[in-house]
């Protein structure tokens, strides 16, 4: 059975979160829920400097959905040192170098579409307190 939107929703965040703790630059997240014709429910789309770098990335990501049971039904650029993509179902994930994503500009693909909040809320201390 297919996992629901709010479950790739809920892997598009850790996704995101997986990818930031790794340093990915432009990190964002479109919700295509609302999209016809939209090959998963959700992208996250986000780059990086070196060839190094993404793939350091691209495992953060596959560790971080791996904690929620969820694996790439595809996988594509895994040897390329300029652009990945996972496959989840209902999401894909494009990882790609900074200058490519510059040039290839996807995030103009899905324009119309809402972005996800993914950062954690930042925990406030209790102010004076002595």
């Not at 990501?61 to 990945?84: N, Q």
Request: aromatic share 8%; glycine share 10%; proline share 2%.
């Amino acid at each position: 059975m297919r996992a629901g939107p709010s479950f790739f929703r809920k892997a598009a965040v850790a996704a995101a979160r997986g990818a930031s703790a790794k340093k990915a630059d432009g990190i964002l997240v479109f919700d295509l829920t609302r999209s016809q014709g939209s090959v998963a429910d959700y992208v996250c789309v986000m780059s990086g400097n070196s060839s190094v770098h993404l793939r350091a990335l691209r495992e953060a990501v596959e560790e971080e959905l791996d904690r929620l049971e969820l694996s790439p039904v595809h996988r594509d650029g895994m040897g390329s040192a300029r652009w990945s993509v996972l496959d989840y179902g209902g999401l894909m994930v494009h990882i790609l170098r900074d200058e490519d994503r510059d040039f290839y500009s996807l995030e103009r693909l899905w324009g119309d579409a809402r972005t996800v909040s993914w950062k954690a809320p930042r925990k406030t201390g209790r102010a004076g307190k002595k």
